[in-house]
């Protein structure tokens, strides 16, 4: 079974005085402006990286959550954080990383189950998968 989501972007103009928006198949981001000062600067406003984490905490939230199920046992609550670094790099600007954090309370586990269904968790999640993906491309160019 493929299932297949889409999220959009529009951009115009140069890289620094430029303008984009952002937008996903459900209607969650519509449109959603992004540019260099929400990357780079201090502008307040969204960004790929953010994106990208927010994706990765939310799906390392529910693979756990199903992790957490198939060993019966229920959370009551999973507050995940997926920082995503950003880095200049010789040959220009690179996600290097990503950092996990989680705060659980999950009612009849110890410790040591906690950390092996987390740990599972963080590399059975197809976030997690996709930051290593081969990625094709398919680019059109119109007239």
Same mark, same amino acid.
């Given at each position: 079974m493929t299932i297949k989501k889409y999220g959009t972007a #529009?951009? #115009? /103009? /140069?890289?620094?005085? /430029?303008? /984009? %928006?952002?937008? %996903?198949e459900s209607g969650a981001l519509s449109a959603h402006p992004y540019g260099f000062n929400t990357r780079f600067g201090d502008v307040k406003g969204t960004n790929p990286e953010e994106l990208v984490g927010a994706a990765h905490a939310a799906c390392f939230a529910m693979a756990l959550s199903n992790i957490l199920g198939e060993a019966g046992l229920t959370a009551s609550a999973l507050d995940a954080k997926s920082v995503v670094s950003l880095d200049k790099q010789p040959d220009g600007f690179a996600v290097t990383a $990503?950092?996990?954090t989680l705060t659980a309370t999950i009612p009849g586990t %110890?410790? $040591? #189950?906690? #950390?092996?269904?987390? $740990?599972k968790a963080k590399a059975g999640c197809p976030i997690s998968k996709l930051l290593k993906a081969e990625i094709t491309l398919e680019a059109t160019l119109k007239s």
């Open positions: #529009q951009w #115009q /103009g /140069g890289l620094k005085d /430029g303008k /984009g %928006t952002v937008s %996903t $990503a950092h996990l %110890t410790d $040591a #189950q906690f #950390q092996e269904l987390a $740990a």
